[in-house]
């Protein structure tokens, strides 16, 4: 039975109630079966004398049972057998709770391996609830098991034991989507044997030899599955748009543009020219001014006879984009449009009419710009920006409303480029790596709630000094219920206007206010006419105030240092020296050396790279919200090198025999990809 694809009920052992529990872990084939990884393992290779044991410690020991094994009943719900198994050095005491058929199970004078985490003192010796197995057993005791997520009504054991006999029945006949050359050059292990050694290893060094091999494949694939998308979105065809000249719109800046933003400019003219839907990841970090980049996209769009959207997550961003870019179009000739959910109907009609007669060049908005009653005369550029705020989904729904317009994405989630290709799938990046000229520092410290009464003195100043500051109120963080949200702003700014600063004039916004209110408060504090913002993250994208220099984060410890960073970025926009204050009073270790990176560096992209490497990319991003692909072996926090090697390598072959005819195998794999993460991907 070497069929992968067969159903996993048919595997020795499992049968029809193991593999309805098996399907609710996505088990369905016997593939899935042997493809479900250890998430850890446990090494339970120690074997001590029971006089050794020291409490605290996990180990196996060798004893006989000594005694008839007792069961009492404590109270309803708790039955426990007790008993004591004793070697040649001294008794141990074992419990086990809610398992009552360990009293007939275990014999009196029978030797058993026990592997548990010994308790109690050097005294008498305890533990509680140990995995039991007979001497010479070696299954699950005295070596490294798997450890497998799991859920309810599958248990440890009843995985360990299905991977095993799924093993048995195809482990031999495995075929391997590796070429056998690439295999050899990059010295890759057997696909067996990293099969049956990722389940249950030898030791360290098989496990990270099996290892090694499975996220070498699984990158592999992948790559080449990014590299043939791309391919085929090289494929695809548009009319070129003719070289726009942007003199007059550099003219009408307040500033000269940055080297970086030249270029970026200079790229997206290029993709708009060469006759091919553009692709475009702009990068940057906050504050390096990527909306006047986008600004030059929509002018090329606007001299090109196209209509161009920009959607911005969050009902103040895209107000804010409005109110800046606008003023800067319509001297230009451009006519624009602001289309948001918190709209009267009257007015939405109003820009729904333009939109569609073409009267509109641009138009900029939240993602009311993709609900189903907007159409557009001729839609030819589709800008986003924070994409990682928006799903995949989103983005091409709004393409969706044009014929294959060009894509910008604009994101200030600074990612190492290597990380970008996978993240990205197939977008062309653009790096912004430089800041306009004359930002200044923010000085940033970590500090605990003992400092309160030093932080208020110091916005004091500031403020008297005419200066704003933002605070950012604990909140319950992403995912969980809000209703804290709107009260721990509201208590807070309360206190804070009636306690701690009754002259001052203190607001607040929190996600859960009607949009009209959110952007009367922000346009109070942008204009000044406020000193103090309590508010949630969501400030934490793309706002603009650079009166505004200092950011006080309650809590911090909270947030990822991406966002952490993005927070930051909200001071430090104007010609102030900006502040930054991170309050937290969580003492981990961790947490500590994490908020010390925020203090040491302004450097995003050198941020992101430690945010990855401390949270791993899943949390990093949001889960699946960036069309990357469930990655099962590979840790993009710790893969990097290898990554690049499965690239490299990726490319070569794909050089040597682009359709994948002589590698079938590959191009299976490859194909399978594709179609399970097609909506991801694209
Ligand atoms: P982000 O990349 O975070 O979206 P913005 O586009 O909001 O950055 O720009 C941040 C601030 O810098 C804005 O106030 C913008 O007007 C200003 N800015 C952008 N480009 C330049 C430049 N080349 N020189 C000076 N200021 C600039
Ligand atoms: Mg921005």
Redesign the pocket.
Known sequence: MADLSTDVRYVKGVGEQRAKALARLGIHTLRDLISYFPRAYEDRRTFKRVIDLQPGENACVRAMVAAEPTLSRIRKGLELVKLRAVDETGALDITFFNQAYRKNDLRRGETYIFFGRAEGSLLRKTMANPVVEREGGGTFTGRIVPIYPLTAGVSQTILMRSVAQGLAACRDQLEDPLPEEVRLSHELCHVGYAYEQIHFPAGEEELAVARRRLVFEELFLLAIGLKKLRRRRDELSCAPWADTDLVDFYAA??????GA?RRAIGEIAADLRSGRPMNRLVQ??????????AAAALVCAARSGFQGALMAPTEILAEQHYQ?LAPLLERLGITCGLLTGAMRAKERREVLARLADGELDVVIGTHALISADVSYARLGLVVT?EQHRFGVAQRSALSAKGERPHLLV?S?TPIPRTLALIIYGDLDVSV?DEL???RQKIDTFAVTSAYRQRIYAFLRKEIAAGRQAYIICSMVEKGEEVPDERKAVTEYAAILQEKVFPDLRVAYVHGRMKPREKDAVMAAFAAGERDILVSTTVVEV?V?V?NATVMVVEDADRFGLSQLHQLR?RVG??QHKSYCILISDNRNEETRRRLKVMTQTGDGFKIAEEDLRLRGPGDFFGRRQHGLPALKVADLSCDMALLKEAQGAAEDLLKRDPELRDHPRTALRVAQLLEVNADAMN
């Open positions: 800046l307040p500033f000269d543009l940055t933003q940057g970090d906050v504050g390096s001014g990527k909306t006047m980049v800046g920006d604009m200030a912004i306009p000229p004359g793309g603009d650079p970025g926009r104007g």
